[in-house]
């Protein structure tokens, strides 16, 4: 590999005329896809074949036409009463009303709504807009003629009613056409817009629901201050303008191309608002590090030869071929997200490794094509004030560290393992929700909305869920009272507030069950709601032969993290295979890829425990919100962090083990490697960990939190892992980190990653020309 990486590198450096042009052109195409082909992105996350969906399933199946809660558009207005009154006030009323007939002249909702009651009959089938006030007193009439005692009736129209208890806050559901990823930003603002009139009456008017949720992905400021710090860092580490903007360059093509893409490919499959932002999350980091190993062994390369050319395609060769593996153990953890069968985390999967397999080919291609274009002003702009360690007699700072390092190697292996695990530790309590309005920063709209409901109804209001229940082998005269059963044991749950029948199809054999839970959506409490709900149900069949599926957002929501944390188990299984193997090719040892994955599960693990403690539990006071943490971050961060874990140990042990191959013996081999490879993997780590952090300046809570934990993660891996415990391990280990049976050494590819083949093939070049 490193032969046939080392003639691309050359080729590029030599053809700059061809491949710059070539790259430009992609990015050229990129563009105008992105401009002329992208569709909107999504904000909903949902599994194929969950309990919860599969009643959601039946209950379109058995009463038609079902939504989807999680795609369905609506618009919430939540309404407050100024203090001292009450929304029954004449002046609070005719505010209400004013809005609601603005609200049906909004083109997008739907013309079953637009109705308006006072004009004529209502057409069968209209579901007119409501007055909170009037369809209050609508409900509690309907209730009162059913028939059930009036203490059961009053708490059944308690429990739906658009109106407050106390009458000072009332709700008007506002269903519009299409999904939520067919909501324009003018449809929005319409929406806004239409409360003015209640505004001006002096009442609280939020507007939350998924038709509010822009579907806008962030971004754009991250980038631009990871951008920054990056070049600084740059600067600092080749003491060189000049030198300092070449990852930066093929970085932002890179970054280019991938987003560019990503976006034309919104129009051919709906994608969620996060696997762009994730994609250039990754995409940008690796992008600047592989293009800086690649510059820094072409600076390294050029103190042996001064043959620019040459200096290109060794230093692609071999930095290249380190590239090459580290992207790969990258693509390898985020195309493997597709084993555990959720759709869109395999999108997010898929969309980061394009990202890093972009990365990739810049740094091989492109990158030497750029120095090409600069020739012997790749260095220029030099900083007289920055010094130069590797043309320098002083030994540099990575090598007193690794000499102190090698002298107590057990204490120092010891008190690494202990603070990571010291910090692992708050992971115990972990806990898990998708994003939603519950888990929103407070102050956006949708979040006050939600907060306005949770204070006039509970928070069980925010949460409700439905069980629907399937009567069809129970005989027709039975029927009701298996859903009163239903209902009775549902009600006997200690976190009900209420549970109803709330419909029965026309056939008369599928009832649904309302249930409002005291608890909020994101509380344990729910969660553990919806268990026992699901968990009575074989006592129920046994006794009135009904089944029944609980669903709802909320239910949905909790199979989604359930089915996320059921899969991490086989994902690690499969990441981590496949990854050994490859490290075990590449560094033809079985104790080094060993030790590598080792420290990754203790890199991951202290990344969960500060995680944990920032974002859930609100430690140091840093964040003002405190959440459980996003269902998918795990899954997704162990595949990520396992990438990104592997590519400092191939960077800074491949160059241990290119010293090992060459002649030293291992303790020699340890300082060569980390003499050399120590330097530029910290500055691949300030430059992500840099990158990673900037994204906690986004106001999404997601983002915020997964910026935060793989920020963390890089630093633990790079800087405590991989320069502290991996030295330490391999100076206890000695020859014996290089041990490979004779028979598995024979069945393993030679990839040559550390260019021994490469030096020869070079040596008998220059000869045959010579001669």
């Keep these: 590999m490193a032969t046939f990486l080392y003639r691309i590198g050359r080729f590029a450096y030599r053809r700059k005329g061809i491949v710059l042009p070539i790259w430009l052109a992609i990015l050229v195409l990129a563009g105008v896809g992105a401009a002329t082909l992208s569709g909107p992105t999504s904000t909903s996350f949902s599994i194929p074949g969950t309990p ?299 969309a980061a490794g394009f990202g890093v397999f972009v990365a990739v080919l810049v740094a091989l291609t492109m990158l030497p094509a750029v120095l090409g274009l600069f020739g012997r002003k790749a260095f220029a702009g030099k900083i007289r004030t920055v010094p130069d360690p590797e043309h320098s007699d002083k030994p540099t700072n990575g090598l007193r560290w690794v000499r102190i390092v090698m002298k107590r190697p057990a204490i120092v292996l010891v008190l690494g393992v202990i603070v990571l695990g010291v910090i692992a530790g708050p992971m115990t309590s972990l806990r898990l929700a998708l994003p939603s309005v519950a888990t929103a920063e407070p102050g956006t709209p949708a979040r006050e909305a939600y907060d306005l409901i949770d204070k006039g109804f509970g928070p069980g209001r925010n949460g409700q869920l439905l069980m629907v229940v399937d009567g069809s082998a129970v005989p027709e005269a039975d029927r009701a009272a298996a859903f009163a059963a239903v209902v009775e044991r549902a009600s006997s749950e200690p976190d009900v507030a209420n549970a109803q029948q709330a419909g029965l199809n026309p056939a008369g054999d599928t009832a649904l069950v309302s249930v409002t839970p005291k608890s909020s959506p994101i509380s344990e409490d729910t969660q553990n709601l919806v268990t026992a709900l699901r968990g009575a149900e074989g006592d129920l069949q046994s006794q009135y032969g009904v089944t029944y599926g609980v669903t709802g957002q909320t239910a949905l929501e909790i199979d989604v993290s359930e089915r996320l944390q059921d899969a991490l188990v086989p994902y690690l299984a499969v990441v981590v295979g496949l990854a050994f193997l490859l490290l075990m090719v590449v560094f033809r040892s079985i104790l080094v890829p060993l030790t590598a994955t080792l420290g990754f599960l203790l890199s991951v693990l202290a990344t969960f425990g500060a995680t944990v403690f920032l974002f859930q539990e609100g430690g140091l006071g840093l964040v003002s919100n405190p959440q459980p943490i996003v269902s998918f971050m795990p899954i997704f961060l162990i595949g990520v962090v396992f990438g990104l874990a592997m590519d400092y140990q191939v960077f800074l042990v491949s160059r241990m083990r290119e010293a090992y191959v060459h002649g030293a013996d291992a303790s020699e081999a340890i300082v060569t490697g980390f003499k050399y490879g120590a330097r530029v993997v910290a500055a691949a780590a300030v430059i992500m960990i840099s990158v990673f952090a900037a994204f906690m300046l986004e106001p999404d809570a997601f983002i915020k939190s997964i910026g935060f934990a793989l920020a963390a993660a890089v630093f633990f891996d790079a800087f405590v892992v991989r320069m502290v415990l991996i030295p330490a391990v391999m100076a206890l280990l000695g020859d014996k980190a290089w041990y490979l049976p004779r028979w598995l050494d024979r069945i393993l590819p030679n990839v040559d990653i550390e260019g021994e083949k490469l030096v020869r093939t070079v040596e008998r070049e220059k000869e045959q020309v010579t001669g």
Excluded at 72 to 80: C, L, P, R
Excluded at 157 to 167: F, N, R
């Design 52 to 350: 919860a969906q599969q009643a959601l399933d039946l209950q379109s199946e058995r009463f038609g036409g079902g939504e989807n809660p999680l795609t369905a558009a609506s618009a919430q207005y939540v309404f407050e009463a100024p203090a001292g009154t009450t929304l029954e006030s004449p002046e609070a009323t005719a505010a209400i009303d004013a809005t609601i007939a603005n609200i049906r002249g909004i083109g997008a909702v739907k013309d079953s709504a637009k109705v308006d009651p006072a004009a004529g009959p209502v057409p069968e089938g209209a579901q007119p807009l409501l007055n909170p006030v009037a369809g209050n007193q609508a409900i509690v009439d309907q209730y009162a003629q059913a028939g059930a005692p009036p203490d059961v009736a009053a708490a059944d129209a308690a429990a739906v009613s658009p109106l407050s208890p106390d009458k000072t806050v009332g709700i008007v559901t506002v269903p519009i056409s299409g999904t939520v990823t067919d909501i324009t930003d003018q449809t929005r603002t319409d929406l806004e817009n239409a409360a003015q009139p209640a505004r001006d009456a002096g009442l609280t008017v939020e507007i939350g629901g998924s038709a509010m949720q822009s579907a806008s992905p962030p971004g754009g400021t991250a980038e631009l201050i990871g951008l920054a710090v990056a070049a600084v860092v740059l600067v600092v580490m080749f003491g060189s303008f000049v030198a300092a903007g070449l990852p930066l360059i093929t970085a932002i093509v890179g970054i280019g191309v991938t987003s560019l893409t990503i976006t034309t490919a919104s129009g051919f499959a709906e994608l969620t608002q996060f696997t762009p932002i994730l994609a250039i999350m990754i995409g940008l980091a690796v992008a600047i590090d592989y293009s800086l190993f690649i510059v820094a062994r072409f600076k390294n390369e050029l103190s042996e030869t001064e043959d620019r050319e040459e200096a290109a395609g060794r230093a692609v060769g071999t930095a290249g071929s380190a590239v090459v593996f580290a992207g790969t153990t990258v693509l390898i953890a985020l195309v493997a997200l597709r084993v555990v069968g959720i759709p869109f985390l395999s999108q997010m999967g898929l």
